[in-house]
């Protein structure tokens, strides 16, 4: 077989630029193409990174917010702990002494008043005795229940017999 060549090697030589041209075209369309995907690919994920990034800095300043709420709460109720605490500290059962006292006044003493100071812990009695005895007996009683020290009786008191107005001080033992 015989083949027959009736181009010129000028025109060979244009046919062979114009297929590398057109080959070079074609891989620089598909790597256009290629970039132009890749371009969209990245733009894709970064919309979606950065709504994630949004979300979670939105959700740690909720946090931060909540945080900083929770921790103001949290003084707050420290603060009323400690008043709590401090009125705790500063209670004296005085309901306690009261009934001891009621557990030794005779039958035959009233009592009007009983003052305490807390700081001193000094005591007033005030009320009347039926009698002296009655005076002197409830006298001793102080005496042996062991919650008193120094008990004062003014002499007025024990120079009158009956119907006697007294006011008693003393000291509580600490």
């Known amino acids: 077989m015989i083949t027959l060549n009736l181009l010129s090697p000028e025109q060979k030589k244009e046919i062979r630029l114009l297929r590398f041209f057109i080959v070079t075209k074609i891989i620089i369309i598909y790597l256009l193409l290629f970039l132009i995907i890749t371009a969209i690919v990245l733009l894709f994920a970064k919309m979606i990174l950065q709504n994630y990034f949004n979300k979670v800095v939105a959700n740690y300043n909720l946090n931060s917010k909540t945080g900083a709420l929770l921790s103001q709460d949290i003084k707050q109720f420290n603060k009323k702990l400690k008043s709590i605490q401090s009125i705790q500290n500063d209670f004296v059962p005085w309901s306690d002494l009261i009934f001891k006292i009621n557990e030794i006044v005779p039958e ?67």
């Open 108 to 174: 035959n003493i009233l009592l009007y008043a009983i003052e305490i100071k807390k700081t001193s812990g000094d005591l007033q009695l005030t009320g009347r005795a039926k009698t002296r005895d009655d005076l002197k007996n409830f006298e001793k009683n102080l005496n042996d229940s062991g919650l008193f020290e120094s008990i004062k009786i003014p002499f007025t008191s024990l120079l009158e017999k009956e119907n006697i107005d007294f006011k008693i001080t003393s000291s509580l033992k600490r």
